[in-house]
């Protein structure tokens, strides 16, 4: 578990009411997801109502509360980082036969580097 | 058959009354009469069903069957099952074959259940009313013009119309008691961490947990223990020794059933915002409660009223996470056309989700952002402790707490599916459980006009046994589960 850091005091906490066409745009992009000028405008107007909602949290007083970001108070297990049975390299061929694209055991994608 | 209870599936199945073939048959036979009125299932592969079932057939035969063996279950389409398509109702996996089984799908086949398909639902459990869906809406058999609920809700559908006798389900804000309640069935959202969520597509990690739904408590219990257990290749799966889920559905109590049991009746349940007829079926459900044994407590649940807001920051901000791996490299939809690697993943993720999908991968994405994250986020999760905190200090009170699932009944196919905010609100009961990690169980409790109603019972931790119980010995007295919706009778 990631042992929770207390904010300091002096941390500004920005409120966004709503948000704006260009901000959309900005989300879409870091989510890597084309996004239309009118997918834009109408996402906005539905983001925007969700928002409102989301904003009730807003006016609640919790400081001091540590977040909770899990529903059960456990540590997370670990193992060694060794392949077991299940994770053989036969079983290659099955997850690849599955790819748009593949060759010689590699995933193909478009090329990055010229 | 179709009216038969699992154990009495099992005991007919014993006596080699019926045969797992003959009983896989009859279903698939009911699925290919009936399921074009409800598109409750995505995929059905009848030769790989039957033999599992001749499989079922020789186990038996052999005197090694056990409680679920030869029983066809079907499986909501968001489990991964070796060889079947696995689409989670979305076009980025309509063309997904799983090369490996999840656990819990491992886990009824080694019990020698038979999968008799998949089921329609919400795309990646993304909706309350299973009309997100990329194979479209799945409809309500007790009225076709209505939603079944969601996100399961082609498993609620497919059990309603007994086109299966039972069939998984996975609740992240209430996607297993919601439809059960819709479509009259029982549906129980286990304790996080009793369910193995491996193999299962993940929606929000720290909220999903993997359920059962069947008309009666009893057949809830049986499918549980099934389904629970350690696994671990979870690593949020809890490692504790397994339990009897029938055991107290099965004891013969001395005196009333429910004796000694405290309910607490939340007031933030049982307000202004239910449909008043709703209401009364509560009442007269508390009121043989009471005949049971039960006691009730007023309780408190002062910041219930904060659990939509909070689930809509936390469920979307682990969804934009969990749903990064769909790039269209590895398996699933890839664009046809691009200009380089980023424009193959923001066209093949564009046409590959649907909008709500992106709707949520975009407020997640921004509440996760730079500048934003402890206006929302963080807040979001001291919410959740704040919420979670209630419950703690109403068990203190009570065993168990008890109000409606829903507060009104099926609504009609698009009344609010363009309001986004308007579906989310149709969850107000549902998601705090899931906050909190809580299990939950809905039970049928009585119908408005021709529609069900649901009755929602809340548990503490790895209280499932003593919840099955509670909706056991209610449905002894009230067995509306028994009623099958006109026209899928036959």
């Known amino acids: 578990m990631i042992p929770y850091k207390p904010l300091p005091s002096n941390t500004s906490v920005i409120f966004a009411m709503s948000l704006t066409l260009e901000q959309v745009r900005r989300v879409a992009q870091l989510a890597r997801i084309e996004i239309s000028d009118d997918e834009a405008n109408s996402t906005l107007a539905q983001l925007n109502s969700i928002f409102a909602l989301i904003e009730e949290m807003q006016s609640v007083d919790t400081q001091g509360i540590e977040p909770m970001a899990h529903a059960q108070e456990m540590m997370q297990r670990l193992r060694d980082d060794l392949p077991d049975a299940r994770d053989s390299g036969e079983r290659r061929a099955a997850f690849q036969a599955i790819a748009p694209e593949t060759a010689e055991g590699l995933y193909l994608v478009p090329k990055v580097i010229e | ?490």
């Open chain 2, 1 to 490: 058959m179709i009216s038969s209870s699992l154990q009495q599936l099992a005991e007919a199945l014993g006596s080699k009354a019926i045969s797992s073939v003959e009983l896989t048959q009859l279903y698939l036979d009911r699925i290919a009469r009936h399921d074009a009125r409800l598109n409750a299932y995505i995929t059905i592969d009848a030769e790989a069903s039957l033999s599992q079932a001749r499989l079922a057939d020789q186990r038996l035969a052999r005197g090694e069957g056990g409680p679920l063996t030869g029983i066809p279950i079907a499986q909501k389409d968001i489990f991964c099952a070796k060889g079947w398509r696995t689409t989670c109702a979305s076009r980025i996996l309509d063309n997904f074959v799983s090369p490996y089984d999840a656990t819990v799908i491992q886990r009824f086949a080694d019990a020698g259940a038979v999968l008799l398909g998949k089921t329609n639902m919400d795309e990646f459990a993304m909706g309350s009313s299973n009309e997100t869906s990329y194979y479209g809406p799945v409809r309500n058999p007790w009225d076709l013009d209505c939603v079944p609920g969601g996100s399961s809700g082609g498993s609620a559908a497919a059990v309603a119309a007994r086109l299966t006798p039972a069939a998984t389900g996975t609740d992240t804000g209430g996607s297993i008691r919601q439809p059960a309640a819709l479509c009259n069935l029982t549906g129980i959202k286990p304790t996080y961490g009793v369910v193995s969520r491996w193999g299962m597509i993940a929606f929000a990690s720290s909220l999903d947990q993997a359920g059962a739904l069947a008309p009666s408590a009893a057949d809830c219990a049986r499918l549980l223990n099934v389904m629970a257990g350690f696994d671990e290749r979870d690593s949020t799966s809890i490692d504790r020794p397994a339990e009897d889920y029938c055991r107290e559905i099965d004891s013969r109590p001395n005196g009333l059933p429910l004796a000694g049991l405290k309910i607490g009746l939340p007031k933030q349940f049982l307000g202004e915002g239910n449909d008043p007829q709703v209401m009364q079926l509560i009442e007269a459900a508390i009121a043989d409660y009471e005949q049971l044994g039960a006691e009730f407590v007023d309780v408190s649940l002062p910041n219930m009223g904060l659990s939509v807001a909070a689930y809509y920051v936390i469920a979307p901000a682990e969804a934009s996470s969990n749903l990064a791996r769909f790039d269209g490299v590895r398996y699933g939809y890839r664009a046809p056309d691009y200009r380089d690697l980023n424009d193959m993943y923001r066209r093949s993720r564009a046409q590959g989700f649907g909008a709500e999908v992106k709707r949520r991968i975009l407020i997640g994405t921004y509440v996760l952002s730079h500048g934003y994250y402890d206006a929302y986020y963080l807040q979001a999760q001291r919410i959740r402790r704040l919420i979670a905190n209630d419950f703690s200090e109403a068990f203190r009170h009570c065993d168990l707490l008890l109000g409606p699932t829903i507060p009104s009944p099926a609504f009609k196919l698009g009344d609010k599916a363009a309001d986004p905010v308007q579906m989310y609100l149709s969850d107000i009961y549902t998601i705090a459980v899931n906050l909190a990690g809580l299990p939950g169980v809905s039970t049928p409790c009585g119908f408005v006009g021709k529609l069900p109603a649901g009755l929602q019972l809340i548990g503490n931790y790895f209280s499932e046994a003593r919840l099955l119980n509670a909706a056991h010995r209610y449905q002894q007295v009230k067995p509306w589960h028994l009623q099958l919706p006109p026209g899928f009778a036959e």
